[in-house]
């Protein structure tokens, strides 16, 4: 029973071209290695790694950093203890207009009264800009990291000049302890954001970044495991280039350093228009979808590929959007600081 399910999820006909199989990878030149599903099992200890790197990190170095800025933890005002009010809002937050009048009949309160306490009660429960500070000081300095470290490798690999050589001798292509190395920062980082989310601020898109980071994680796995690295470090590259713009801006949020902010908001927005709406739709993508399909030719597991990327594709020009309109205001307003405290 067992046999025939790890059969059916390691069909060599889902993951791999025609005329080759699992034999074939177990038997690679000397001196070369190509990747084992069994390597991506490490990603998992060196997630604790780098949660605990992440905590000494935001105290030996964020946390002074944040004082010398002089980004206080702020002690937020309480709301006057009500035991009625408590357990509505511990199911909703903001109470609609007939639960005002509701409540306002049993406890003889005036509504504006009540809706002063629960806007109280919701500030109560925001996290300190400090906390903001040091969580995207840790990401900024991970993704500023990452990225200095794929583009350094990618910068001598012929496929970054020339996407054609993804797929030369394709699946046959070994691995380079800079290919496994990006991998398994990457993953790992990643298994430490699902770990962390949990505890850490609580905001608005929880669900949406709950979504990202599992489909990330699949991503790495499923092009690890198929031996598709030479795309996927360009995809990780591309994708990293723009966080760290993203980041910048908060930290300069945080630290109220407002034209920087704005400025770096917008410089954020230009360069997520260039890495994922032209680089990566008409680079790289276009390197899986239609390069491959000439060298390698389709299989099984290709048209999944496609489609994830086609999906994120899609979910890029929707984030694109919501980016521009805060970019707009940034512009002509100046409202990006309210803006980046939800994001």
């Known amino acids: ?32 290695e190509y990747p084992r599903i069994r390597h991506i099992l490490y990603a998992l200890p060196l997630a604790v790694v780098v949660f605990l790197l992440r905590l000494l990190f935001e105290r030996l170095v964020a946390k002074p950093c944040a004082h010398i800025l002089q980004i206080q933890v702020g002690v937020p005002r309480q709301a006057q203890p009500n035991a009625v009010l408590e357990k509505v809002f511990q199911s909703k937050t903001c109470p609609d207009t007939r639960q005002l009048e509701g409540l306002s009949k049993q406890l003889d309160w005036d509504e504006r009264k009540i809706q002063r306490w629960f806007r109280v009660r919701r500030n109560q429960d925001r996290p300190n800009m400090q906390k903001k500070f040091c969580e995207s000081m840790w990401r900024f300095t991970f ?19 020339d996407t054609r050589q993804c797929w030369y001798n394709y699946p046959f292509q070994p691995l380079s302890p800079g290919q496994f190395n990006h991998y398994a920062a990457e993953l790992s980082f990643y298994w430490s954001l699902m770990f962390s989310q949990f505890i850490d601020i609580k905001r608005k898109d929880f669900i949406m970044m709950l979504v990202h980071h599992l489909a990330t994680i699949f991503l790495i796995t499923f092009s690890y495991a198929n031996n598709m690295l030479r795309v996927g470090t360009l995809v990780m590259c591309v994708h990293d280039a723009s966080d760290i713009f993203l980041e910048a801006a908060k930290l300069a949020n945080y630290a109220k350093y407002q034209r920087l902010c704005d400025g770096l908001f917008v410089v954020f927005s230009i360069s997520f228009f260039c890495t994922r709406l032209v680089i990566y739709p008409f680079w790289v993508v ?16 290709w048209w999944l590929l496609n489609g994830l990327l086609l999906v994120l594709q899609a979910l890029h020009i929707i984030w694109f959007y919501l980016i521009a309109r805060i970019a707009i205001k940034a512009i002509f307003k100046g409202k990006v600081s309210l803006a980046l405290c939800c994001v």
């Open 286 to 301: 276009y390197s899986v979808l239609v390069e491959s399909w000439e060298i390698v030719g389709p299989y099984q597991a």
């Open 143 to 161: 993704y500023l990291g990452i990225f200095i470290y794929g583009i350094r490798h990618l910068w001598v690999s012929p496929w970054m000049w």
């Open 1 to 32: 029973m067992t046999s025939s399910i790890s059969d059916w999820i390691w069909s060599e006909r889902f993951w791999l071209p025609e005329n080759v199989t699992w034999a074939d990878l177990e038997r690679p030149p000397t001196g070369a």
